[in-house]
Antibody
Framework: QVQLVESGGGLVKPGGSLRLSCAAS????????MSWIRQAPGKGLESVSY????????DYADSVKGRFTISRDNAKNSLYLQMNSLRGDDTAVYYC????????????????WGQGTLVTVSS | QSVLTQPPSVSGAPGQRVTISCTGS?????????VHWYQQLPGTAPKLLIY???NRPSGVPDRFSGSKSGTSASLAITGLQAEDEADYYC???????????FGNGTKVTVL
């Protein structure tokens, strides 16, 4: 069965850095587009970043552009999110999610999600 | 302010039918991009409920159905059950923002 397990969250001071990881299993990781989606405490969902199956394409929400970097290692079935210059409004649960193409053939929906890892940015 | 607008809450008695609207614009739902729906039970990760406007993944009861028209989409839950108490989010793509967008979420309460 498909499993996505995030790790790497924790408490970090403003301006600090953190690297999140997502270990995938139960499917051919290298065939799938992957995404990070976050949820601030008591708030809704926000798409943070996504990466194509071969890493040839990445994109970021404006709120994290220039500070976060998404990457993947298909040999290790792993997805990463390097977060630098962290701010208070980055505090959230970060979910790793698998993307599957929708009827357009070039857009995606998120069919499997990990359990999330909490990132708290506070002094 | 979310690009896709949902009512903050809806409620219904067990067995009733409730609907959740997701209102967008010409740069997302109105541009004919697919709408997808997710269910988030308390304290858990979101789970895919409806994809491609009206398709259910295997294992999702047929009490859940989706529809889309113009710049809006809807999720209907018929035969409401206690275990349906959760937050529900719609999702689509927005060409003006060049990214995936979610609705603000709707909390369903079973009375």
């Amino acid at each position: 069965q498909v499993q996505l397990v995030e790790s790497g969250g924790g408490l970090v001071k403003p301006g600090g850095s953190l690297r999140l990881s997502c270990a995938a299993s139960g499917f051919t990781f290298s065939d799938y587009y992957m995404s990070w989606i976050r949820q601030a405490p008591g708030k809704g969902l926000e798409s943070v970043s996504y990466i194509s199956s071969s890493s040839s394409y990445t994109d970021y929400a404006d709120s994290v552009k220039g500070r976060f970097t998404i990457s993947r290692d298909n040999a290790k079935n792993s997805l990463y999110l390097q977060m630098n210059s962290l701010r208070g409004d980055d505090t959230a649960v970060y979910y790793c999610a698998r993307g599957t193409r929708d009827t357009s053939g070039w857009l995606y929906f998120f069919d499997y999600w990990g359990q999330g890892t909490l990132v708290t940015v506070s002094s | 302010q979310s690009v896709l607008t949902q009512p903050p809450s809806v409620s219904g008695a067990p067995g009733q039918r409730v609907t959740i609207s997701c209102t967008g614009s010409s740069s997302n739902i109105g541009a004919r991009y697919d709408v997808h729906w997710y269910q988030q039970l308390p304290g858990t990760a979101p789970k895919l409920l409806i994809y491609g406007n009206n398709n259910r993944p295997s294992g999702v009861p047929d009490r859940f159905s989706g529809s889309k028209s113009g710049t809006s989409a809807s999720l209907a839950i018929t035969g409401l059950q206690a275990e349906d108490e959760a937050d529900y989010y719609c999702q689509s793509y927005d060409s003006s923002l060049s990214g995936y967008v979610f609705g603000n979420g709707t909390k369903v309460t079973v009375l």
